[in-house]
């Protein structure tokens, strides 16, 4: 066998999880793997940590450092590339900061930069067990750390699964695999170092973009319907929408409304619980043509609708972004009514 050969082999090995039980005792494990998601969200928020990860996507195999630290002034984050061009993203509340060589570039860093971890973390657990099926797999080791192995397995075509690989001692991800239905890994996380805890105390006076690079500042002044309802409300006053096709289990968590080049832009969010994705209506552009492009497993689909254009971005499978597009209509009733706790 050549070394390529090998190496295949090995990395296939790597990536069949057997289901860690069987028959009678699968709902128990299901249980005890959601309990092990509830842990993670705590952990991704409340915990202090530095790691770095590589993150593989398409062709590309990209190094980041994320930081994450909870303050006095309340959770702050750290994203830096450390292969390529110079990126960083930094989260302090309602405010994000992107750095990049060039201001114009934030948007295609967005698009196809990780999402710092927090795309990882699922809005609604309770949810989960009607859009996905929870298993437990075996136990692991990733980072020289004991892992438990959690997969979240999609029900239908609408939607990805993740497998995760949860550190034994604080819960927090050390490796995230974004599969396809048949089981086909799109986009990956993996870290290669992690410290939590006591082994980063005094670092969270790293939470610093360096001076001497051009910045990009985006000040979010209502991030969501809690930090601002009147703000929030407003977002859907003015252009009312029906959303008339959506995938079973998805419904509306979140509307505002962000700065656009010539006008505002209505943003419009829909989530299952675990996936997401974002509809956006801005005037119409001229020339803009229905299309349909993908970057690892973030598709995005735009067609013109009347005076508008909208675009549906979420790393979901094209056929979910396509058919919400399709189903979007005006409406003259009032703007669909926000889910959850975001409607608060």
């Not at 190496?7 to 959601?34: F, K, M, Y």
């Not at 973009?209 to 003015?238: C, F, M, T, W």
């Amino acid at each position: 066998m050549t070394p390529d050969r090998l190496v295949g082999a090995a990395l296939s090995a790597l990536l069949v999880c057997a289901p860690a039980v069987a028959g009678p005792a699968r709902e128990d494990a299901a249980s005890r793997a959601l309990q092990w998601l509830h842990r993670m969200s705590h952990a991704m928020r409340h915990e202090n940590y530095i790691g770095r990860f590589v993150y593989q996507h398409d062709d590309q195999l990209d190094a980041m450092e994320i930081r994450h630290f909870v303050t006095p002034d309340g959770e702050k984050s750290h994203l830096i590339a450390l292969n390529g061009a110079v990126t960083e993203v930094l989260h302090d509340g309602d405010r994000v900061i992107c750095v990049t060589p060039r201001a114009d570039s934030l948007a295609v860093e967005r698009f196809r930069a990780p999402r710092g971890l927090s795309h990882l973390l699922p809005s609604d657990t309770g949810r989960l067990a009607r859009s996905y099926e929870i298993q437990r797999f075996r136990d692991n080791r990733i980072a020289d750390r004991a892992a438990v192995v959690v997969g979240l397995l999609p029900r239908d075509e609408y939607r990805y699964g993740l497998r995760l690989f949860l550190d034994k001692h604080t819960a927090l991800p050390l490796r995230a695999d974004r599969l396809t239905r048949d089981g086909r890994v799109l986009s990956r996380i993996l870290f290669v170092n992690l410290l939590t805890g006591a082994e980063v105390a005094g670092f969270d006076d790293a939470l610093r973009v360096s001076g001497d690079r051009e910045r990009y500042q985006l000040i979010l002044h209502a991030a969501n319907a809690k930090s601002n309802p009147a703000r929030a409300e407003a977002a859907g006053s003015q252009q009312r929408w029906r959303f008339g096709d959506l995938p079973p289990g998805f419904r509306l968590v979140g509307r505002r409304r962000l700065p656009g080049r010539h006008a505002r832009v209505e943003q419009y969010i829909f989530s299952d619980g675990l996936s997401s994705f974002s509809v956006y209506l801005e005037p119409s552009r001229d020339g803009a043509v229905d299309s349909l492009v993908h970057a690892g497993a973030v598709h995005a689909y735009g067609r013109a609708l009347g005076d508008r254009h909208v675009t549906i971005v979420g790393e979901v499978p094209g056929a979910t972004v396509e058919r919400v597009a399709r189903g979007i209509e005006p409406l003259d009733g009032a703007p669909p009514k926000l889910a959850g706790k975001a409607a608060e």
